[in-house]
T-cell receptor, first 115, second 112 residues
Framework: DVKVTQSSRYLVKRTGEKVFLECVQD?????MFWYRQDPGLGLRLIYFSYDVKMKEKGDIPEGYSVSREKKERFSLILESASTNQTSMYLC??????????????FGEGSRLTVL | GENVEQHPSTLSVQEGDSAVIKCTYS??????FPWYKQELGKRPQLIID?????GEKKDQRIAVTLNKTAKHFSLHITETQPEDSAVYFC???????????FGAGTTVTVRA
C-alpha cells in the first residue's frame, strides 16, 4: 500500500517566517508534486519534480520553492510566509513514467495558518 | 494554460438516486481525465479515469463519459449511498506541458 507522509498536519506561523513542509513517499515513485487546496479553487499545482534534484514550476509557484535531494523526499519551502499563503497543502506522488497520466497518491495534507 | 470548469459546486441527492457532475476543459490536446474523491478530513483518491481513445468507462456504480468534440466529460454515480458523500474533483492533463489541472470540486451530499 502506497504511503505518502507529510510531516505536519497543522502549523501556525507568523508573517515573514520561513516554513518547511516535508513529504516522504515509500514506493520509489519517480514523480512528486505539491498542491495547494483552497475552497472554491480546487487543487492548484505549485511545483513538481520528476527526478532527484529536478523541479518544475506549476501554476502558482510565486512565493514558494522546493527541494528534492533524495528520491523519496520532496520539500516545499515558504521563504517568507504571508497571510495569503494560509491554506491546505497536499503532497502527492506517482509512479507512471508517462507521468501526466499516472495515478496520484496524496498525503493527508498540511494545514498552514499564517498570522 | 488548461482551464477546467466543474459544475455544480454542490449537489444534494436522495439516497438511491443518481448524481451527475460535469466538467469542461479548454485544451483540445488534453487526453487524460481522472476523477478524485475526497471524503471529509481525508486525502483525495482516484476513483476512475478515462483516456481520450474511449468514450465511456464504468466501474460498478460509477461511470465517466467523454465528449472530445464538445470538450466535456461527466461523472455518473447511480444508486447513491451515504458513503458517496464527499467532494469530487475532475481533472485534465494539458497535453504539451503535462500539467494535471483540477476543477474546483463538487460537494455531494447523499440524504438518507
Amino acid at each position: 500500500d502506497v504511503k505518502v507522509t507529510q510531516s505536519s498536519r497543522y502549523l501556525v506561523k507568523r508573517t515573514g517566517e520561513k516554513v518547511f513542509l516535508e513529504c516522504v513517499q515509500d514506493m520509489d515513485h519517480e514523480n512528486m508534486f505539491w498542491y495547494r487546496q483552497d475552497p472554491g479553487l480546487g487543487l492548484r499545482l505549485i511545483y513538481f519534480s520528476y527526478d532527484v534534484k529536478m523541479k518544475e514550476k506549476g501554476d502558482i509557484p510565486e512565493g514558494y520553492s522546493v527541494s528534492r535531494e533524495k528520491k523519496e523526499r520532496f520539500s516545499l519551502i515558504l521563504e517568507s510566509a504571508s497571510t495569503n499563503q494560509t491554506s491546505m497543502y497536499l503532497c502527492a506522488s506517482s509512479w507512471d513514467r508517462d507521468w501526466n497520466t499516472g495515478e496520484l497518491f496524496f498525503g493527508e495534507g498540511s494545514r498552514l495558518t499564517v498570522l | 494554460g488548461e482551464n477546467v470548469e466543474q459544475h455544480p459546486s454542490t449537489l444534494s441527492v436522495q439516497e438511491g438516486d443518481s448524481a451527475v457532475i460535469k466538467c469542461t476543459y479548454s485544451d483540445s490536446a488534453s487526453n487524460y481525465f481522472p476523477w478524485y474523491k475526497q471524503e471529509l478530513g481525508k486525502r483525495p483518491q482516484l476513483i476512475i479515469d478515462i483516456r481520450s481513445n474511449v468514450g465511456e468507462k464504468k466501474d460498478q456504480r460509477i461511470a465517466v463519459t467523454l465528449n472530445k468534440t464538445a470538450k466535456h466529460f461527466s461523472l455518473h454515480i447511480t444508486e447513491t449511498q451515504p458513503e458517496d458523500s464527499a467532494v469530487y474533483f475532475c481533472a485534465a492533463s494539458m497535453g504539451n506541458d503535462y500539467k494535471l489541472s483540477f476543477g474546483a470540486g463538487t460537494t455531494v451530499t447523499v440524504r438518507a
